[in-house]
C-alpha cells in the first residue's frame, strides 16, 4: 500500500521511500531536478477547509504544502522554494531513493 509521508520543513537530506509513495513538504513550489522516471512533481497546494455550508473556504496566500509521487525505482533529486511574502525565499534540495 502507497504511503503519504509529512515530511512538513524538516531538515532531510535524502529519503528511501517505495514507488507510489506520496510527499508532502512544507514549502511554496519545487521540482525534480534530476531522476524524472523516479519522482513527479504533483504541484504547490493551499490548505483549505469546508465550512458548515459545504463551501470550501481558502485564504489568499502562497502555496503551503508541495507534493512528489514516486513512480518508479531509482534516484531523484529534489528542490523545494519557501517564502511567506515571496520577498525572501529560501531553497533546499532533497536526495530521494525510490524502492521496489
Not at 2 to 19: F, H, K, M, Q
Request: negative net charge; aromatic residues 4%; proline residues 7%.
Amino acid at each position: 500500500m502507497s504511503r503519504l509521508i509529512d515530511i512538513g520543513t524538516a531538515p532531510v537530506a535524502e529519503l528511501i521511500v517505495r514507488v507510489g509513495d506520496v510527499l508532502s513538504f512544507g514549502a511554496s513550489g519545487g521540482r525534480v531536478e534530476e531522476g524524472a522516471s523516479a519522482m513527479e512533481a504533483l504541484g504547490a497546494f493551499q490548505p483549505a477547509i469546508v465550512a458548515t455550508n459545504g463551501e470550501v473556504l481558502a485564504p489568499e496566500s502562497p502555496p503551503t504544502t508541495m507534493l512528489f509521487r514516486a513512480t518508479g525505482p531509482g534516484r531523484a533529486k529534489l528542490s523545494l522554494f519557501s517564502s511567506l511574502d515571496w520577498s525572501a525565499p529560501t531553497a533546499r534540495s532533497v536526495e530521494i531513493v525510490v524502492r521496489d
